[in-house]
T-cell receptor, first 115, second 114 residues
Framework: AQKVTQAQTEISVVEKEDVTLDCVYE???????LFWYKQPPSGELVFLIR??????QNEISGRYSWNFQKSTSSFNFTITASQVVDSAVYFC????????????FGSGTKLNVKP | DGGITQSPKYLFRKEGQNVTLSCEQN?????MYWYRQDPGQGLRLIYY???????QKGDIAEGYSVSREKKESFPLTVTSAQKNPTAFYLC????FGGGTDPQYFGPGTRLTVL
């Protein structure tokens, strides 16, 4: 069975702080993909990143970075020098080979960045 | 601009009425999806379609129906059989429908049953 756990329901930080959002996944498949999405208050989910199970390289995009560790089944997301515009709900999602039609979403982490 | 449009943004319905939510995409994506999101919760899959004239039930299909007569359109009907329809509904599409492709989302429709 596939499952994504985002244990942090809500996080509050002050602007310019670094923050890490945790994502732990479960799957028995060796082929799978992981995704992060941002849902701002407007409601539309915005795709941020995709990572496949064979590529454990970390990725950096501006203030965003992702740490993929198969040994701990984690795909964590770090925002450096957070800004008020980063305030949103962030979702981690998994798709796995045995049921590639379906995305398994975590319950989301609400990030509040205060000025 | 390519993207996914959903209409209306807000929808109010009386109990016992069916209502149809629109979803259109001009991304030339094969696959389309409908999700339901309740406050403070993640997304739950209602239906998905990988090709025209074919669709599959997701985890919470009861009380919902869909059609896929055109590649760019995937309307969702919330029927009176859906016991608790008040929620935020999100439509998404992906290029080929396999899990390798990201899903891209529309702005959502917030449905309230009065």
């Amino acid at each position: 069975a596939q499952k994504v756990t985002q244990a942090q329901t809500e996080i509050s930080v002050v602007e310019k702080e670094d923050v890490t959002l945790d994502c732990v996944y479960e799957t028995r498949d060796t082929t799978y993909y992981l995704f992060w999405y941002k849902q701002p208050p407007s409601g539309e989910l915005v795709f941020l990143i995709r990572r496949n199970s064979f590529d454990e390289q970390n990725e950096i995009s501006g203030r965003y970075s992702w740490n993929f560790q198969k040994s701990t089944s984690s795909f964590n997301f770090t925002i450096t020098a957070s800004q008020v515009v980063d305030s949103a709900v962030y979702f981690c999602a998994l798709s796995a080979w045995t049921n590639f039609n379906k995305f398994y979403f975590g319950s989301g982490t609400k990030l509040n960045v205060k000025p | 601009d390519g993207g996914i449009t959903q209409s209306p943004k807000y929808l109010f319905r009386k109990e016992g009425q069916n209502v149809t939510l629109s979803c259109e995409q001009n991304l030339n994506h094969d696959a389309m999806y409908w999700y339901r999101q309740d406050p403070g919760q993640g997304l739950r899959l209602i239906y998905y379609s990988q090709i025209v004239n074919d669709f599959q039930k997701g985890d919470i299909a009861e009380g919902y129906s869909v059609s896929r007569e055109k590649k760019e359109s995937f309307p969702l009907t919330v029927t009176s059989a859906q016991k608790n329809p008040t929620a935020f509904y999100l439509c998404a599409s992906s290029l080929f429908g396999g899990g390798t492709d990201p899903q891209y989302f529309g702005p959502g429709t917030r449905l309230t049953v009065l």
